[in-house]
């Protein structure tokens, strides 16, 4: 494995892996970067053709040095299927779903906490906590588990409520917030030189970058090292973006793909979407003025979206714009509808997988999208999570045959 170290996107200082930080001094953020010339000699699709069916089959491109700190649950290779159905109806050669909701606690999010963890795992560290709209608090307490790392958990109050007993199954420490994501933050924060809790939040370590990166990777290989056209994601924090992106220099890089990168679509709720703001208001962006709404102005649902303030819009505005990208709002209406008709096709779409459907609609009414790209949504979760479980109708309750049958009628 080839060596790798910490670098500033913004001036290029460097750091070592060790110092585990996630923003350097200079407010730029930190992100991993490795030997590619020694990684290339051995990341070839032959040599991955013979490895482990999960996210660690990219071990020589990920920063974690012993195979032994690998605190693995099965993460990654999740399905990519073709969504012919659907095609039908649209403006497009090819549509294709990620289904990332195929993942250990049903989200993308496992494959950043089991890098983070393995991580802290690595260096002997024996308490973790982490501010979350409730994926990356389930994730953590699952991996954390798994590690024998003790989790704190801090989750707006309004969490999906099957998501929060998700963590308390795994045995986190469970915290639910009067506030937004960042009001958890900021107790994460302050708690940090009591309670030696190491702060796994957005940005704030190198590993989740590193392990939502495989997305990327998985697409790529996936296609046969040929990437689509264009690439739809639900954005909140953006490390999801950030490692995708990452992942396609890092390969372009290596010289195992060429030509275009895929057009790059952030999507996020109309009631929360600073990223589209800070998107369309680039020149304020380049003087540092960046609007985060305000906390009455958040409206939208509680779901992975929902981040009003990120840590790296910058960053986030400055991918889509070298990806040829966009980001677009869409309403809750839109993207209700839009997990109805996805799971009219048989796919369990969260809210945030469903907005990639609503977004990509959106587009096509733009004419954004041409008829011969090739277009992935993905569904970062799974629409379980999201249910609000109720007690049984008793309109659907029945003893026998004849009984049903009086109830068809
Ligand atoms: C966290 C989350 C997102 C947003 O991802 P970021 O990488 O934070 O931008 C999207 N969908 C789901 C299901 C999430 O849990």
Known sequence: MGDCWLKCNLCAKTAPLDTMKGKCECGGTLLVEYDLEKVKTTFTPENLQHRLHNMWRYHDLLPVRNEASRISLGEGCTPLLRMNAAEAHLPLKELWIKREDQNPTGSFKARGMSMAVSLLHERGISKAAVNSNGNAASALAAYAARAGIEAYVFVPMDCPPLIVEECMQYGAHTCLVDGLIHDAGRIVEEGKAEQHWF?????????????????????????????????????????????????????????????????????????????????????????????SPAESEVTSKPTGMRVPSPPDPQLLVSILREMNGTAVAVTSEEIEDAAKRLGAWGISAAPEGAATWAGLIRLCDEGSIHSEDRVVLFNTAHALKYLQVSTPNPMHIVKDYPEWRTLIR
């Open 199 to 291: 702060n796994v939040g957005t940005l704030k370590e190198p590993g989740r970058v590193e392990g939502k990166k495989t997305m990327g990777l998985e697409l790529a290989e996936q296609f046969g090292w040929r990437l689509p056209d264009v690439i739809v994601y639900p954005t909140g924090g953006g490390s999801g973006v950030i490692g995708i992106w990452k992942a396609f220099r890092e390969l372009r890089e290596m010289g195992l793909i060429q030509g275009e990168v895929p057009r790059f679509v952030s999507v996020q709720e109309e009631g929360c979407k600073p990223i589209v703001d800070h998107f369309e208001e680039l020149a304020a962006v380049r003087h540092g003025r960046v609007h």
